[in-house]
Every structure is written in structure tokens, then in C-alpha cells.
């Protein structure tokens, strides 16, 4: 049964470039309308130097150079969850750019789980009024002539979202390449059996789907990779090709999970990425502090 929410146009091929960060393994993306210059920014990266507490801009840097470069207007700059493993640039690249924020409707359950978690005040908005636009499943937005899809794909996270441009699927955390599988289920409000139904949805896209991963840690000790089909998961995943039910894939995730540690940069990720990139407000004297939650993970 085909459960999207859309009808998928695969004539459209918009181009991508690809920015990958070693620090984080993580991939940010730009994706730009074929037939005109309007792009959009996908999982961009702030560089932390956790140890000393500084905060750069390299990695977004490059993100800008390559669009001024080619005479490119930002449209949009997506989230496609709230990131545990690194800080989102966003807002310091709509600083420079423009474009809307946008991100899952679900921010507000995570606002609401790590509010508490880092013990944010009653000034902390948990309405998701930090970002331009909360989608929501089914949800579409336009990047210069192409429509963009917008697909509920919890599991991971309740916010995640995969955007489906044409013939190009940008699938954050939920599905990695072949060789690797799955992401973790295990952060709160992460749920296996989700996960398994989200990527089995993203599997009902047309097998030429270009498919582009948030993460990838080089498994076996291959070449990073980030690009790959539909055709080619549903064929090859170790974790969730055709032929895996549901129930052995949560076996074998929750039994996985369990032997995982906390992402290295999970603390000031998620403080800064639920609040759409920004930093914590500052103190009396302009000063900007990250909170440890003892135990609290």
C-alpha cells in the first residue's frame, strides 16, 4: 500500500552540491532549481571546538562562498530534525543570505522534552516561534520553479522529516547507505518501530530516487559516501531491505542501541539546535554559557 502523501515528479533533477564535514561526518547540502537560481540550504554545520568553548564558521563559510559564487538566492534553509551530533548555522547563514527556517512541526516535543532537560526558563519559547515555517506531513514549499515534498519520517526523533525535491530525497538521520543501514532509536522520543515504517516509506518513492544521507561514517573502512537510491536500499540495506520484517529490525536496533554511546557533541547540539541554531541568550555581562545536565541523558 502506498502510503505518501504526494505525487513524486522525477523529470525534475534539481543540482546538489555536497558539503561534507569531517569533524561531525555530517553531509550539508545545496539544492538549487535547474531553471532559475533559487536554492535552499539542507543540515548545515556551526564548527565547535567543544574543549575550548569556541565557536567558528569555517564549514558555513564555505556553504556562502560557493553560492555567491554562483550567483545563487537562498530561499529556504531546512533542518531535517533537531541534530544531536552537531550545531546547526542556519541563522548565520540567513544572516548573510536570507531565506526561511524551516523544520518539522514535532520541534515542539523536542523543545518541551530538553527544555526540561537543560532546565530552560520560562523565556524559552517552546512553540517552535524560532524557526519561519513548522511543516507538517504532506506539506509542500517551492525552491524558484520546484515544489518540495515534505514527509513525516519519525523514529530517530518525533521531528524528523524527509524532503523530497523532484528526483532528490534528503533524509537526515533516518536512513543511511546501504552498507551502514539505520540510525540510532534510542534518544528520547526515538521509537524502532517507527523508524522501520519511516524507511519503509521512503522506500515507496520511485526507485530512481536519488537518496542523500546526513551522516556517513565510512563502514569497513570504505570511502565516505552519501548518495544512493531507492532502488538500491530496498535491494541492498543490511538493515531494511526488502525481505526484513518489522519485528527483526527492532530486535536488532533496540539490541544495537543499547551498546551505543552519547553522541561527543550532543550536550550544546541540542541546546542550540532547539532553538534553531541560535545560542543560548546572554548573561548580565554578554556573556554565553552551555549548560551540562548532570545525569540527565
Same mark, same amino acid.
Given at each position: 500500500?502506498?502510503? /505518501? ?11 546538489? /552540491? ?19 537560481? #533559487? ?14 568553548? &569556541? ?6 563559510? #564555505? ?11 537562498v530561499e529556504w534553509l531546512i533542518e531535517t530534525h533537531v541534530h544531536a551530533d552537531h550545531l546547526s548555522a542556519a541563522p548565520y547563514i540567513q544572516s548573510r543570505l ?49 515544489v518540495a515534498h515534505v514527509m513525516h519520517t519519525p523514529g530517530h526523533t518525533p521531528a524528523c522529516m524527509t524532503h523530497v525535491v523532484g528526483d532528490a530525497a534528503f ?8 552498507? #551502514?543501514?539505520? #540510525? ?49 536500499? &530496498? ?29 561527543? /557533541? ?8 532547539? &532553538? ?18 548532570v545525569n540527565g541523558l
Open positions: 500500500m502506498n502510503t /505518501l502523501p504526494f505525487v513524486t515528479d522525477t523529470s525534475v533533477k534539481p543540482e546538489v /552540491l555536497s558539503f561534507f564535514d569531517p569533524a561531525t561526518n555530517t553531509i550539508s547540502y545545496v539544492v538549487r532549481d535547474p531553471d532559475s537560481s #533559487a536554492c535552499a540550504v539542507i543540515d548545515s554545520v556551526m564548527d565547535i571546538d567543544y574543549a575550548a568553548g &569556541r565557536i567558528t564558521y569555517t564549514s558555513a563559510d #564555505a556553504i556562502i562562498d560557493a553560492i555567491k559564487q554562483r550567483g545563487w538566492t536570507g531565506g526561511k527556517l524551516g523544520i518539522g512541526e514535532n520541534i515542539t516535543i523536542v523543545q518541551n522534552t530538553f527544555g526540561k532537560v537543560f532546565n530552560e526558563g520560562t523565556e524559552f519559547q517552546r512553540d517552535g516561534s524560532q524557526f519561519d515555517r513548522l511543516f507538517r506531513d504532506g506539506d509542500s514549499y517551492t525552491i524558484g520553479t520546484m533524509v537526515g538521520d533516518t536512513l543511511f547507505m546501504p552498507d #551502514a543501514g539505520s #540510525a540510532r532509536a534510542d534518544f528520547p522520543g526515538g521509537d524502532a518501530r517507527q523508524l522501520y515504517r519511516s524507511m519503509r516509506r521512503i522506500m515507496e518513492l520511485p526507485g530512481e530516487t536519488r537518496l542523500f544521507m546526513c551522516h556517513d561514517y565510512g563502514p569497513n573502512g570504505r570511502n565516505i559516501q552519501w548518495e544512493t537510491s531507492v532502488a538500491d536500499e &530496498r535491494e541492498h540495506n543490511v538493515h531494511v531491505r526488502d525481505g526484513i520484517d518489522e519485528d527483526t529490525f527492532v530486535r536488532m536496533r533496540e539490541a544495537r542501541d543499547a551498546t551505543l554511546a552519547m553522541p561527543r /557533541l550532543i550536550i550544546p547540539s541540542l541546546q542550540v539546535n532547539m &532553538r534553531g541554531g541560535q545560542l543560548p541568550p546572554t548573561d548580565k555581562d554578554g556573556n554565553v554559557f552551555l549548560k551540562v545536565p
